[in-house]
């Protein structure tokens, strides 16, 4: 993975944790009683925030381990960058919204939330599948 790349990703990967921490704010307004939501979404979004944005940092700092062909190197970066945001914007939904996203039923609320909790699960699974090739072809 090239090392532009890899810087890109390092941001990102602090704007992920940024949303997850500043999801902390509503959390503790929950948690208090200041605020009608549920403490179980708001605390969803601050872990998943911080969670991705280390997987970020986690495949940055790896990528120059990686022997990939520029394609697969920018699917990875895609995934990767798709998978962060698309989870920690899913607490933020689910806390915002009060819909579980667990089916596409109405709200379009909820159908926000299961894109955003559904999708992401199918490009980690790329991304993981790219780092696991990245990493076996750097070692042959």
């Known amino acids: 993975m090239r090392e532009q790349v890899r810087r890109k990703l390092v941001f990102h990967a602090g704007m992920v944790i940024t949303l997850g921490m500043l999801s902390g704010i509503p959390l503790a307004m929950t948690a208090l ?50 998978t962060g945001y698309s989870n920690a914007l899913y607490g933020w939904v689910r806390g915002v919204s009060g819909q579980a996203g667990m089916d596409f039923a109405a709200p379009i609320s909820n159908q926000i939330a299961a894109l955003l909790g559904g999708l992401p699960i199918v490009t980690a699974f790329i991304a993981i599948a790219l780092l696991m090739l990245g990493a076996s072809r750097h070692s042959q």
């Open 33 to 82: 009683g200041y605020m009608e939501s549920q403490v179980s979404d708001w605390t969803l979004s601050h872990m998943e925030g911080l969670v991705n944005g280390l997987l970020m940092l986690a495949v940055a700092a790896a990528g120059g381990l990686l022997y990939l062909t520029p394609k697969q190197g920018a699917a990875l970066y895609g995934c990767i960058l798709f």
